[in-house]
């Protein structure tokens, strides 16, 4: 959820700014020829891909979980830490 916020953030106040339209529609005129930098065509790139981001939704917990191995329900573990941390306040 944080990620799809964020691009949605910086695509509303950076990448749609006027001024930087403007960087990006002449950047991509040069792309592809010797007098472009070097790092343009992946600079772009990576403006595509925010844009790309933006608009999916987020995955699920689960799903999540899946993708990064994870045996422990971060969720779980956290209620339980929370919960020993205020028993250890009342003692």
């Known amino acids: 959820m944080f990620k799809s916020t964020h691009y949605q953030t910086y695509i509303k106040k950076v990448i749609s700014n ?41 995955d699920s917990y689960e799903t999540f979980k899946k993708k990064q191995h994870l045996d422990t329900d971060l969720n779980a573990y956290t209620r339980q830490m929370i919960e020993n941390d205020i028993k250890m306040k009342q003692q």
């Open 18 to 58: 006027h001024v930087i339209q403007k960087i990006i529609e002449e950047a991509k005129k040069w792309e592809g020829t010797n007098r472009a930098s070097e790092h343009l065509s992946s600079y772009l790139e990576k403006i595509k891909e925010i844009e790309k981001e933006a608009n999916f939704l987020p």
